[in-house]
């Protein structure tokens, strides 16, 4: 999606809308901390951010001149990586974050990558630099390797370096923001009516459907009614970013409506009418087009599998917004072994209900990220044995649903090769117990395991390694190329020259 609104003669200098990317715990969050001098980083559970978060902040430039900036606080998470490609394309200007500890890593190349592909400008950040592990240099080095190119060091891009827990530097990383916000001299009528971007959508047992929006252009107000493809709502509950009311709200703003009649699509853009007639119009011709018979509908499942060996294991979502919502359903498809899968069958924002309870069905599982679940569907999930986990930390749902689909999976036993003993001598055969020496010529021969009785080509029996003995000591096990004596079972005769191929029964 392209973060441009169509703009005209009556444009005037606007607000910049930045992005802060970056690996987890590179800083990101802190570095908001700091400049708006709240607290959002230990309110998250794990320290790590789990929503994009859209924040608005005012300060006085080089010149005295106050002025505004809105900041886009992304999760670093990797199964995140949906809520940071959003948080792009939302935004005019980014600012990676990486750390001068740990230098490049998988997610800031993947920020990068986002950043990229919605071709806006950059500043880059190297954080810590107060730590005693702090290596700046080494920091541009990572960069340049990866094609990131900074002023003095080859290249074009502005950087500063910072100590977000101390503040050291963030003022020279403010003032780089503003002067490329005049360079890029990115503008807005405020005449117009409002348009811009759903960010996050949220559902709240007392209020609501509400959503997060960044205005790109234009002028919201109290009473106009808004779309977001098939989604309507009045504002009559309209926010701004501290959850003040408001009564209206302008080009680069974060706001926050309450009211819709439906959870809006995460990233869709919005528009602004003046009658509820002209907005019920148009969401009736989004929800009409979505439901057309040649739109794609999204896979709930991670792929399709035809074994009769295979097990599909139902699973319920319920989170607390659309982006994580998004985020963890792409985190599960990853989920799977060779002979089971999780199966997407509900996936919504809200409460754990009754209903939850019956799509799941017995044996499914539901899991639930910052929500509630309801007594009712608690009461009917016990009745039918079902499992409700709830979390805060998406890789600890993940990594209990792991558990879940390993403890659950279909068992196979299979015959693993071990070993090869090569039959030298008979020392003596009885009617099934035989004493042959011989030379372990690949893996390894252990007590109790079984074998095949290869003759040249053909296997023509089978038995059970019953003791071994290595320069007359009896042991457990003989390694390759030792030779032993071995007391075995088989009711076939063995003679010099058979292999004896050992293998063992293990579960898979």
């Given at each position: 999606?392209?973060?441009?609104?169509?703009?005209?003669?009556?444009?005037?200098?606007?607000?910049?809308?930045?992005?802060?990317?970056?690996?987890?715990?590179?800083?990101?969050?802190?570095?908001?901390?700091?400049?708006?001098?709240?607290?959002?980083?230990?309110?998250?559970?794990?320290?790590?951010?789990?929503?994009?978060s859209a924040y608005e902040v005012e300060l006085k430039d080089s010149s005295n001149r106050q002025r505004k900036i809105t900041f886009l606080d992304t999760p670093g998470h990797e199964a995140f990586q949906a809520m940071r490609q959003r948080g792009a394309d939302v935004a005019d200007l980014a600012?990676?974050?990486?750390?001068?500890?740990?230098?490049?890593?998988?997610?800031?190349?993947?920020?990068?990558?986002?950043?990229?592909?919605?071709?806006?400008?950059?500043?880059?950040?190297?954080?810590?630099?107060?730590?005693?592990?702090?290596?700046?240099?080494?920091?541009?080095?990572?960069?340049?390797?990866?094609?990131?190119?900074?002023?003095?060091?080859?290249?074009?891009?502005?950087?500063?370096?910072?100590?977000?827990?101390?503040?050291?530097?963030?003022?020279?990383?403010?003032?780089?923001?503003?002067?490329?916000?005049?360079?890029?001299?990115?503008?807005?009528?405020?005449?117009?009516?409002?348009?811009?971007?759903?960010?996050?959508?949220?559902?709240?047992?007392?209020?609501?459907?509400?959503?997060?929006?960044?205005?790109?252009?234009?002028?919201?107000?109290?009473?106009?009614?808004?779309?977001?493809?098939?989604?309507?709502?009045?504002?009559?509950?309209?926010?701004?970013?501290?959850?003040?009311?408001?009564?209206?709200?302008?080009?680069?703003?974060?706001?926050?409506?309450?009211?819709?009649?439906?959870?809006?699509?995460?990233?869709?853009?919005?528009?602004?009418?003046?009658?509820?007639?002209?907005?019920?119009?148009?969401?009736?011709?989004?929800?009409?087009?979505?439901?057309?018979?040649?739109?794609?509908?999204?896979?709930?499942?991670?792929?399709?599998?035809?074994?009769?060996?295979?097990?599909?294991?139902?699973?319920?979502?319920?989170?607390?917004?659309?982006?994580?919502?998004?985020?963890?359903?792409?985190?599960?498809?990853?989920?799977?072994?060779?002979?089971?899968?999780?199966?997407?069958?509900?996936?919504?924002?809200?409460?754990?209900?009754?209903?939850?309870?019956?799509?799941?069905?017995?044996?499914?599982?539901?899991?639930?990220?910052?929500?509630?679940?309801?007594?009712?569907?608690?009461?009917?999930?016990?009745?039918?044995?079902?499992?409700?986990?709830?979390?805060?930390?998406?890789?600890?749902?993940?990594?209990?649903?792991?558990?879940?689909?390993?403890?659950?999976?279909?068992?196979?036993?299979?015959?693993?090769?071990?070993?090869?003993?090569?039959?030298?001598?008979?020392?003596?055969?009885?009617?099934?117990?035989?004493?042959?020496?011989?030379k372990i010529i690949t893996g390894l021969a252990k007590v109790g395991e079984n074998f095949y009785v290869r003759r040249r080509t053909e296997v023509i029996g089978e038995g059970l390694i019953l003791n071994l003995e290595k320069a007359k000591n009896k042991v457990g096990e003989v390694e390759a190329?030792?030779?032993?004596?071995?007391?075995?079972?088989?009711?076939?005769?063995?003679?010099?020259?058979?292999?004896?191929?050992?293998?063992?029964?293990?579960?898979?």
């Open positions: 999606m392209s973060s441009a609104i169509s703009q005209n003669q009556k444009s005037v200098l606007r607000p910049p809308v930045v992005v802060v990317l970056g690996h987890i715990d590179h800083g990101k969050s802190k570095l908001l901390d700091y400049i708006r001098k709240t607290s959002v980083v230990e309110s998250e559970a794990g320290g790590i951010t789990q929503h994009l600012i990676l974050v990486v750390s001068a500890e740990e230098g490049v890593k998988t997610q800031t190349l993947e920020a990068q990558h986002a950043i990229n592909e919605a071709n806006i400008p950059f500043i880059v950040a190297i954080n810590k630099i107060d730590k005693p592990e702090a290596n700046v240099e080494k920091t541009k080095i990572g960069l340049a390797e990866h094609g990131i190119y900074l002023e003095g060091f080859g290249g074009q891009i502005p950087f500063a370096e910072i100590s977000a827990k101390a503040g050291t530097g963030v003022d020279h990383l403010l003032e780089l923001v503003l002067l490329v916000a005049e360079l890029e001299n990115w503008t807005g009528d405020a005449k117009k009516s409002a348009e811009g971007f759903v960010i996050e959508a949220h559902l709240d047992p007392q209020r609501g459907i509400s959503a997060t929006l960044v205005i790109k252009n234009g002028t919201l107000k109290k009473g106009d009614y808004i779309t977001a493809g098939g989604a309507c709502a009045s504002t009559r509950i309209l926010e701004n970013f501290r959850g003040e009311i408001i009564e209206k709200a302008t080009f680069s703003s974060p706001i926050h409506i309450v009211g819709w009649n439906k959870l809006p699509q995460i990233g869709a853009t919005f528009k602004t009418w003046f009658t509820k007639r002209e907005a019920e119009a148009y969401a009736n011709k989004a929800r009409a087009d979505e439901t057309r018979p040649n739109n794609k509908k999204i896979a709930t499942t991670t792929e399709t599998a035809t074994e009769e060996n295979f097990t599909w294991i139902p699973l319920v979502i319920k989170s607390d917004t659309g982006g994580t919502s998004e985020a963890l359903a792409l985190e599960i498809k990853k989920i799977k072994t060779e002979n089971a899968a999780l199966k997407i069958v509900r996936q919504e924002v809200g409460a754990i209900s009754e209903t939850d309870v019956k799509a799941a069905g017995a044996g499914g599982l539901i899991v639930g990220f910052n929500v509630k679940t309801d007594s009712e569907a608690a009461a009917a999930a016990e009745q039918i044995g079902i499992s409700i986990k709830n979390f805060d930390i998406i890789y600890k749902l993940t990594e209990w649903l792991h558990e879940e689909l390993e403890r659950r999976r279909p068992r196979q036993t299979v015959e693993e090769m071990s070993g090869e003993f090569k039959i030298l001598k008979i020392f003596s055969q009885g009617h099934k117990r035989q004493i042959v020496g011989g190329g030792v030779e032993c004596g071995a007391l075995v079972e088989s009711k076939t005769e063995i003679v010099a020259g058979d292999v004896l191929e050992i293998f063992r029964m293990i579960e898979k």
